[in-house]
């Protein structure tokens, strides 16, 4: 296992770790957490493309980030924070990662066992960016107990998200598309 499939499996913990700091009321060490998962998925990636690339690292990486994701959304909607993310936003960015993310999983899977690799999406990308970003502020807004109108941020992360979305839909349309010119 490389150093970088290890980081992305330590956002893993960090977000149960996460989960449970904010259950407690521990808003500050929350925040800390999910600044170490952020930053773990930015450092996985450098050093992935520094070093080469484990062929499990294309699998890891998104898995990881997606839990993470997930864990955190879940977890800020349903713990009673001054400043909380709406139901609309949990079931967008979650929902959709539950419908997606098998898709994703089974070409990866197919790819890894042909020995290549699906290429990231890079507006997933920065649709994970924007989620950090959005998360880390409203964690921030709640550490300095200052409310804070997230309606329009909420919206720029739906945007991105869906976009993100259909953009993997296709770039896996296409694969999938290639496959079928192959086997007729």
């Known amino acids: 296992m490389s150093f970088s499939d290890f980081l992305s499996l330590t956002r893993?913990?960090?977000?149960?770790?996460?989960?449970?700091t904010l259950m407690r009321g521990e808003i500050l060490i929350s925040?800390?957490?999910f600044l170490f998962g952020s930053f773990s998925d930015f450092l996985d990636g450098l050093l992935s493309r520094k070093v080469k690339k484990s062929k499990y690292g294309y699998l890891l990486d998104p898995t990881a980030d997606r839990i993470f994701i997930g864990i955190s959304f879940i977890s800020l909607y349903y713990v009673p924070l001054e400043n909380d993310i709406s139901l609309f936003l949990l079931l967008m960015v979650v929902g959709q990662d539950l419908l997606l993310s098998p898709i994703g999983l089974y070409l990866s899977l197919s790819a890894i066992k042909k020995g290549k690799a699906?290429?990231?999406s890079p507006v997933g990308k920065v649709?994970?960016?924007v989620?950090?970003?959005?998360?880390i502020y409203l964690l921030t807004m709640n550490v300095m107990r200052y409310k804070a109108y997230l309606f329009p941020f909420e919206i720029t992360v739906v945007v991105f998200s869906i976009a993100s979305g259909l953009h993997h839909l296709y770039i896996w349309l296409h694969i999938l598309m290639r496959k079928g010119e192959r086997s007729s």
């Open 118 to 120: 699906i290429k990231s």
């Open 131 to 135: 989620q950090y970003i959005f998360v």
């Open 127 to 129: 649709a994970t960016f």
């Open 31 to 33: 925040l800390i957490l």
């Open 12 to 20: 893993i913990p960090v977000a149960l770790l996460f989960s449970y």
